[in-house]
Every structure is written in structure tokens, then in C-alpha cells.
DNA sequence: TAGATTGTTAATCGATTAACAATC
DNA sequence: TAGATTGTTAATCGATTAACAATC
């Protein structure tokens, strides 16, 4: 089914965006669409969104279009939204508790485990039923609960160690949230979330197009 | 100084990167370094360093490299980060008060006057020192009170008529935590950060390498 | 000066768009 | 069948990398 050539970070980053409108359309009850009309809602060209399905399949019908709600499951597959992870959180500060709390999480399959935090005035606390560990125990947890996903919420500092003992437990996946690279095995994927680039990024486009002057 | 060809967006996102890899060298009293060295530690080629940096002015010197201070000084003016913006923040669930208590926030100029949310057991609380308002006083608010800057952390179904508000009332640009697409005019800039396409990208990629298997 | 390293042009690579034959 | 729309190849566009003359 899935073709064998290799897959650009650029078609996979579009691919979240096909779920996304699909689910729209799903919900809206409309259970066909050409690329065309598809191109004229989400803003890809409808070359673009042929080429994008093609790389994993046939899923459309000259003639025809796509039907939604299989390309929706298909592309929900691919992203492998029909697996489970089994998930950690370490730093339960502001970000770690927004992280902890978003409900999307347990939907696609995320499924929080445990969270570690080493401020002893959050060890204890309870964040959606999940009792906050110290992270002191993150060895020893890891040794014992087989665990899929890391996600990382901690200061700069401490990201790389964090993920250096994620990475020695068997850790597949790192969600990471601290302001820095993280260096793992290349068998481990890194997924960064840096928020204040995108900060900076709105801050330049503000500038550039002048539309700020104080 | 600034060359008027216009910046690809290729080139913007990576700005905030040399930016950080840059304040990292100034902790580490290192106050020279050519592109071949940045380029190892940052994992761009060196000649793309070089050219990107070109695109913005001419800030090395044959022979020498780049003087350290002088180019994160003039990577922080380029991204705007000397410039004051007034901000406020819709919708102050999990990510909504993560973002409002996010420390980097002020230092990059992003200055919080307000929150607003619907929900009657949040408006009243206060967050860093700011009281939490309802919603429905987000357009008188913005009528008296003049702002750059909006986020966004409202649920999808009420982000759209949140953003129409912002805009109506002179807003440039809005950062979008939202996990839907809003539409602006053109004159205004939108930075998404679509948390659950990350994870979606994360998972994707875990499955691809064949790195997890039930 | 000689060595180092930039700024910049040219070459390559990859991603997007256009075109159209295949086919439902 | 005729019309619509895909899958796919070819053309274009843009971004990255290589090369090297300029120059500190």
C-alpha cells in the first residue's frame, strides 16, 4: 500500500493539517471532496494535495475525489493515531501542568503514565489524578514501567540530562519543551516545541512588514 | 543596511536559532567566531550561515568571522526584540496561564495588561499580579486600551470571533494557540503553535522508523 | 605579507506547480 | 458515453550548497 520512497519533513508537517480539515468536513457531513475544492479550503494546491496523498497511496477515484472519511482514517493510520504510547512528563511547572492537562493528549494515544518534578513543593500535588513524583525517582521508574514518550518541561539546564536517562531507559520519543537541542541517538526522534522562536518569529514579521511603529 | 530583497521564511525561522546558539557563546565568553564554527555547533552549513546572515546586512570581516556581541545585538534588533509590545490573553485555561506565567515572555518585550476568559470560576483569580476579566469586556477593553499584540488560547469554536474582535480593534498581530486556521486581513500577522500537529508529526515519525512496535 | 574567512555568484538539489493521459 | 478528476510525469521555482575572488 504505502510506497517505499522516503517522505519529506515538509509533506509530513502537512499531513496533521489533512486530518484536521477532514475531520471538518466529517463533521460537517460531507463525504466526498476533489483535491480542488479541498485546495480551495485548506490553501495547498490541489497538485500539491495529490502529490501529498500519492506518497502513501491510491486514495482517490478519477472521476470521483476522495471519499472523507476513509482518507481521514487512512491519513489518521499513517500518522499512527491508532497506536498508544505509553507517556512521561518531566517538570511539572506552568508548561508541564498545561501539557499535563490538554485534553487532545490522551486522544491521539498519548497516555500519561507519570510526571516527575524536583521542587518539592509540587512532589506530591496531584495533576489529573497523576500523583507528581520526584524526578530523583525517574531512574528507577523508568527501570521498572517500560515507557514510550518522554516529554520534557524543564529548564534549559536540565533538558539534556533529562533526556540522557529517557534515552538509557529505552525512550523512543521526546516531546521537548525546554529552550535548547537536545542531543539523543539517532534512533531516538526529537520533536521540539520552541515557543519562544515562535515568539520571535512573530515579533520579526510585526517589524518587517511595519506595521509596528511605536 | 538591511538589504530589501525579501526574506524567505526559511530564513526568519532560522533567526531565533542563531539568536539563542549566539547568547549561548556570550555565557561562554566566546566573543569571535566564524561561520565554520558556528556552523559545527549549530548544525547548519557554514555557507548557509553566511548567507542568511548577508541577507540582513554585512556583519563579519574577512579573515576575523563575526564578532559575537555585535551580531546576537543585531540578530536581536532585526527579530524586534528591543521593541515594547502591549499584549493580552484570551482564554486563561491550562495553556492560556502556562503562556501568561511563561518568564520569557516579558524579557523578549511582550508586555501582559490583560487576560479574559469566559469561564465565572476563573474570571476574579488573578494571574501574575493580573486579574482575570470576562470576556464580554474584551471589547470595550480594547476600545479604551490600545494593544499590539493578542493570544489566542480560546477553544477552536470561539477562536474566530475572538480573532474578529482583536482585529477590529486595530490588533497587528496574534499568536494562535488555537488548533484551527483564523482568518485576518492581510495587513495582520498570524503565528500559530498547533501543539497537537507536533505530536501528531512525533508520532508519525516514531511509527515511519519502525522504532515502535506494540 | 600570508593566512583566514567573508560576501557573493554559480551549481545543485529538492519541493512545488503545471500539464495531461489514464480511468472511473 | 461524456465529464470529472485522479495519478504521475515534466517544468518551474526556490532554497541550499559549493566555489572562489575580495579583503581583512
Chains 1, 2 share one sequence.
Not at 143 to 171: F, L, S
Request: charged share 25%; aromatic share 8%; net charge neutral.
Amino acid at each position: 500500500m504505502a510506497k517505499e520512497t522516503k517522505i519529506s519533513m515538509a509533506v509530513i508537517r502537512r499531513l496533521p493539517k489533512y486530518h484536521r480539515y477532514l475531520a471538518e468536513l466529517l463533521t460537517n457531513d460531507i463525504d466526498r471532496i476533489s483535491s480542488k475544492e479541498l485546495s480551495e479550503r485548506i490553501g495547498f494546491t490541489a497538485s500539491q494535495i495529490r502529490q501529498d496523498l500519492n506518497c502513501f497511496g491510491d486514495f482517490g477515484q478519477q472521476g470521483y475525489g476522495y471519499n472523507v472519511r476513509d482518507l481521514y482514517n487512512e491519513i489518521g493510520k499513517i500518522l499512527g493515531l491508532d497506536k498508544n504510547y505509553k507517556t512521561i512528563i518531566v517538570g511539572a511547572g506552568n508548561i508541564g501542568q498545561a501539557v499535563a492537562n490538554y485534553s487532545k493528549f490522551e486522544k491521539l494515544g498519548f497516555h500519561l503514565q507519570a510526571i516527575f518534578d524536583k521542587n518539592p513543593k509540587l512532589v506530591g500535588i496531584r495533576i489529573r489524578d497523576i500523583e507528581v513524583k520526584d524526578v530523583d525517582c525517574l531512574n528507577s521508574y523508568l527501570a521498572q514501567n517500560p515507557t514510550d514518550i518522554g516529554i520534557i518541561c524543564v529548564p534549559k539546564e536540565h533538558a539534556q540530562m533529562v533526556a540522557d536517562i529517557m534515552v538509557k531507559h529505552g525512550i523512543k520519543g521526546i516531546w521537548n519543551f525546554a529552550p535548547t537541542d537536545i542531543k539523543v541517538p539517532d534512533d531516538v526522534i526529537v520533536e521540539n516545541v520552541h515557543l519562544s522562536e515562535s515568539l520571535m518569529t512573530l515579533s520579526y514579521r510585526l517589524n518587517e512588514s511595519n506595521l509596528f511603529n511605536e
